[in-house]
């Protein structure tokens, strides 16, 4: 749920003590913006001749020229490495440049910006950290509108149609239960509401909205499929974190609506979204042109296209997957994101028998980087944490929590064994495996 509470709630300025500035009537002049992004995403979605999809691309490089060389981080580093951010004229010049990890810009995130002509237009949020080290990311107004804007795209991709005001539904099955209801100027004059699945009138509140649209991760989906008779969104969105086959054939009995599955990353905002052909899973279409994926790596490697605060030339988020050029039976004709691996499936059972995705637990670990940390789940109210690296004084607070999060998902009692490791003990390869069960 992090990624999709974060790539839409940035825009409601979640002041400190969770107070939420409700000033979304400033989104109405982002509307043509948003509407020729969507527009954008569209015409490259079905472009069929490579060259001119490439050339396009290559137009949009002068933006990043100059971010770069706004950037206090790229114009030191390129520097240093014998590069000028004129030396970036085509995709194919990108295999010269250095790449930027993760625990890089969580490092520098302050100088990676260029600098912000209007510094209240940007926030910082923090990335949930599910792909490696939490990372600060600052945003400008655009980075933090953008979602919406894919949404259109993602909306008319899927062939659903909205009706007039539509609204929105986060639906998020976290511990903490924060909700929240704001209007939505951008998308056609619609709302937004935030409901957490943990209060007791959550069903109510799904037949009294009635959203149009409906955004939650796999956990959240794992609930509305426990419900009935609740009303039909016309689009179901989760973000790209492990949706077992069962669980997908179990909502479509229940929620019969198209079920698009987008991936994105917190720094990088929305990549590719998943093909809605039944048989084609894990297949996922890249967002051109406002960002490029480069091919054959054997992992994910991102330089944002649009215009952005944050430049990003060659970041690697920590995920793996292969880029190549498609022509999909779905229609697409563009770059597509294959055997793509993300968070790394694991499933918790409560004493009641009920399975539980681990990853609902991510949230506990925010300020932990993935490899630092391994819960197992060693018997019914058993679990054992390792931890590498972490200070003495964190380590009570992180078990409260843990232990609280866990009772929130079904567990009355909890047996919580804590130990200290070294890094190395938790390597488990190129992908971190933050979650095991071995009862």
Not at 17 to 42: C, F, K, M, V
Not at 190 to 215: C, K, M, T
Not at 318 to 338: H, K, N, P
């Amino acid at each position: 749920m992090a990624r999709v509470t974060e790539a839409f709630s940035a825009d409601l300025r979640v002041a400190p003590r969770a107070n939420i500035r409700r000033d979304t009537s400033t989104q109405r002049p982002y509307i043509p913006w948003a509407e020729s992004i969507a527009e954008g995403l569209a015409r490259f979605a079905s472009l069929p001749d490579e060259d001119a999809a490439r050339a396009a691309l290559d137009d949009r490089l002068s933006f990043l020229r100059a971010a770069l060389r706004d950037s206090p981080y790229y114009a030191a580093t390129l520097r240093e490495a014998g590069f000028h951010p004129g030396d970036l004229q085509t995709l194919e010049d990108l295999g010269h440049f250095p790449f930027l990890d993760r625990e890089t810009l969580a490092a520098h995130w302050a100088d990676v910006p260029t600098p912000m002509s209007d510094a209240d237009a940007c926030v910082v949020v923090k990335s949930s950290g599910s792909t490696g080290a939490p990372v600060n990311v600052v945003r400008d107004r655009q980075d933090c509108l953008h979602m919406w804007a894919v949404l259109r795209f993602l909306v008319a991709r899927a062939g659903a149609v909205l009706p007039p005001h539509p609204r929105v539904v986060l639906l998020d099955a976290l511990p903490g239960g924060l909700e929240y209801s704001v209007r939505l100027p951008i998308l056609q004059d619609g709302a937004l509401h935030r409901i957490s699945v943990l209060r007791e009138d959550a069903v109510e509140r799904l037949r009294r909205v009635r959203p149009a649209v409906l955004f939650s991760d796999p956990e959240g989906l794992r609930w509305l499929a426990s419900q009935r008779d609740l009303p039909t969104p016309r689009l179901v969105l989760t973000s790209a974190q492990h949706l077992p086959t069962g669980l997908r054939a179990e909502l479509a009995r229940v929620v019969p609506a198209p079920l698009l599955n987008y991936y994105a990353t917190t720094e990088t905002g929305p990549l590719a979204w998943e093909c809605l052909r039944d048989e084609a899973p894990g297949r996922f279409h890249v967002l051109a042109p406002d960002v490029w994926l480069e091919p054959g790596l054997d992992e994910v490697v991102v330089t944002r296209l649009r215009p952005s605060v944050l430049p990003l030339l060659r970041y690697r988020p920590g995920d793996a997957g292969t880029v190549r050029r498609d022509a999909c039976a779905c229609g697409f004709q563009g770059w597509t994101l294959e055997h793509f691996g993300g968070r790394g499936a694991c499933r918790f059972v409560t004493p009641s028998g009920r399975e539980v995705d681990a990853w609902a637990l991510a949230w506990v670990f925010k300020h932990h980087a993935l490899r630092v940390f391994r819960l197992t789940q060693a018997g019914g109210s058993h679990f054992q944490l390792e931890l590498a690296g972490a200070p003495l004084s964190s380590v009570g607070p992180l078990c409260e929590r843990l232990t609280a999060a866990l009772r929130n998902l079904g567990w009355t009692q909890v047996q919580l064994d804590v130990s200290t490791v070294e890094t190395a003990a938790l390597a488990t390869g190129a992908k971190p495996q933050p979650f095991r069960r071995c009862c």
